[in-house]
């Protein structure tokens, strides 16, 4: 196996305040990692060390077979950075940046030129090339940062919360782009609040927060470790609730199922279950046998896998950091009639 | 090619994008040729008939507004600076293999290609309306090169403020200050007339050095009396003085800034 990056316990503090609490950290060559975190915990911090814009208080990296502390420049030269703002120069046009990047990369003037060209056109970008960047669409601007990290094929592309900001259309285009640098055996760490980003994308995901990363894996390694399949119930009143948690909890005896999650407020209980049609009948028998289920208060049922939202909050128990995460439902939700 | 041919592609790359922005906004690039012109007029035509002592107006004036313009255009390059920090282009240089002082030298180059040209219009419009000089080649040459000093002296020290502001708002008051200062010293009118403490102040400042090293060269006396040569060692003391501390100090800040 051959790593573009290898990382191991990398720290930073700022004054008092710790961001990176000793992070490893392996890249496969022609990956895409997911670094998946909340606001503040430390994404971007890691992002600047590994691009060399900032000095690790302590811990080694290698990154394109280049010390990350002894040889910056070896390291500057492997990579490229599209950062969480887009990095280009809104004054110029989509041409000029491009030229301007060929040019910092000695490419040669004509050289330069031909290569932006190709870009433009590679990105969508032709009928705009003459326009300031300031003109362009949040959607834009990312393709053309994209394309500057580009001009020279890198071994490694960061892409610091690529679709931050993005309407959802521009979100999936730019997941399209991605994928297709990804084919081009560019590795890649992504780093997103979006789970469903990360779940879209990438081969390997960590979980970053409070300057650790909790968990990593494929991202159906993670949901799995939840059980297959979740199955959710939504009582109408709080009699049938009260009355199904009862006949569910662990003192009622013997079930065998157990209770996720329960959501007082919401009148909700998830379970997980194998998926089986059989075991959906069993819980949904035990409901009406215990009054769970009623003529008048029947609750809705819905079976979903978990999702990376459901991993992040099991890993972390804070509803809150997930909540910055509008995340749409993954597809393999399905809604079921009772 | 060598690594020092590369610093230079870099440099002439990194000047050629902040002309470019100089020139493409267009609100700032109207004052900033406006300003030259319009402050000339104003002095010699409207301040100047009540200013009338030793000979015209314009024949005093020149100095000054080189000056002026220069402090302004300093204001200019901390602006632009700090707003290039404040995006996430410089991150982008950065994690390229460029040399990264080509960054800062591109917006110090840029400066002084900014001013020059204000400078060249302060002297045009000046000769246009009747300003007679000394027409020595070797004076011009001297007042020449303490300007290119002066404003590359007061770039640099833009650069630092500009890296130290936090931002272009705050930069934007450094303009300010730049511009107020040399009223308070020999540029429009002579110090004989100022209360004691601002007297102090106007004859102690660089500004006033440079200013009546420029005037001694071109119009051959000074307003304060001194000789050209001693008011000269005063300005290049402190132009270099300034350029001394100035140069190593915006480096050690971009530094700092940009890798914690």
């Known amino acids: 196996m051959s790593y573009t990056v290898i990382a191991e316990g990398i720290r930073k503090s700022f004054g008092a305040q710790v961001v990176l609490d000793g992070v490893d950290l392996a890249l496969d060559r022609g990956s895409v990692f997911g670094l998946l975190g909340p606001n503040g915990a430390g994404k971007t911090t890691l992002v600047r060390i590994l691009a060399t814009l900032m000095r690790p208080d302590s811990g080694r990296a290698t990154v394109a077979g280049h010390d990350l502390l002894t040889d910056p420049v070896g390291v500057k030269g492997a990579i490229s950075l599209t950062g969480q703002y887009a990095a280009v120069d809104d004054v110029l046009t989509g041409r000029e940046n491009l030229e301007m990047m060929a040019g910092l990369l000695h490419l040669g003037r004509r050289a330069a030129r031909a290569r932006a060209a190709e870009l433009l056109a590679e990105f969508d970008l032709t009928d705009a090339r003459d326009r300031r960047v300031r003109t362009y669409s949040g959607g834009m601007r990312r393709r053309l940062d994209l394309a500057a990290s580009m001009i020279r094929r890198p071994e490694l592309l960061f892409l610091d919360e690529p679709t931050t900001g993005l309407d959802p259309r521009s979100r999936e285009q730019l997941w399209g782009t991605v994928r297709h640098l990804a084919a081009q055996d560019v590795t890649i760490l992504l780093t997103t609040q979006y789970l469903e980003e990360a779940d879209q994308l990438a081969d390997t995901v960590g979980m970053l927060t409070a300057g650790r990363i909790v968990a990593r894996g494929t991202p159906d390694e993670l949901k799995s470790s939840l059980g297959t399949e979740i199955v959710r119930l939504r009582f109408p009143d709080a009699r049938a609730y009260q009355s199904a948690l009862a006949a569910l909890a662990p003192s009622a005896g013997g079930t065998g199922f157990t209770i996720e999650a329960a959501d007082d407020g919401a009148l909700r209980i998830d379970i997980p279950t194998d998926g089986s049609s059989a075991r959906l009948r069993d819980l949904l028998d035990l409901l009406v046998a215990t009054g769970g289920s009623t003529a008048a208060g029947s609750p809705r049922v819905s079976t979903h896998r978990p999702s990376l939202d459901d991993v992040f909050l099991a890993l972390t128990g804070t509803a809150d950091t997930a909540g910055a995460t509008p995340a749409p439902r993954s597809a393999t939700r399905s809604e079921l009639a009772r | ?260």
């Open chain 2, 1 to 260: 090619m060598s690594s020092l041919t590369y610093d230079i592609v870099d440099s002439r790359i990194m000047v050629g994008r902040c002309l470019r922005r100089s020139w493409r906004d267009p609100e700032a690039f109207f004052t900033a040729l406006m300003l030259p012109i319009i402050l000339m007029l104003l002095f010699v035509y409207v301040f100047g008939g009540a200013l009338r002592d030793h000979g015209p107006y314009v024949d005093y004036v020149v100095p000054g507004l080189i000056v002026l313009c220069a402090g302004f255009g300093a204001g200019t390059t901390a602006v632009a600076l700090a707003t290039d920090l404040a995006g996430g282009i410089v991150d982008r240089f950065r994690s390229m293999p460029i040399r990264a002082s080509a960054i800062l030298l591109g917006q110090v180059a840029a400066s002084l290609t900014r001013n020059l040209l204000a400078t060249a219009l302060v002297i045009g419009v000046g000769l246009g309306i009747g300003w007679r000089p000394t027409t020595s080649v070797w004076r011009w040459a001297g007042a020449l090169g303490l300007i290119v000093l002066f404003i590359l002296a007061l770039s640099w020290l833009a650069a630092a403020v500009g890296l130290l502001a936090g931002g272009p708002e705050a930069a934007n008051s450094f303009t300010f200050v730049l511009m107020f200062l040399p009223y308070v010293s020999t540029a429009f009118v002579p110090t004989d007339t100022m209360p004691s403490v601002l007297r102090g102040f106007a004859e102690n400042q660089p500004f006033t050095p440079i200013i009546e090293t420029m005037r001694g060269l071109w119009m051959g006396h000074t307003s304060t009396g001194a000789s050209t040569a001693h008011e000269a060692l005063i300005a290049l003391a402190w132009t270099l003085g300034l350029l001394a501390l100035s140069w190593p100090a915006a480096t050690h800040l971009f530094r700092r800034t940009t890798t914690h």
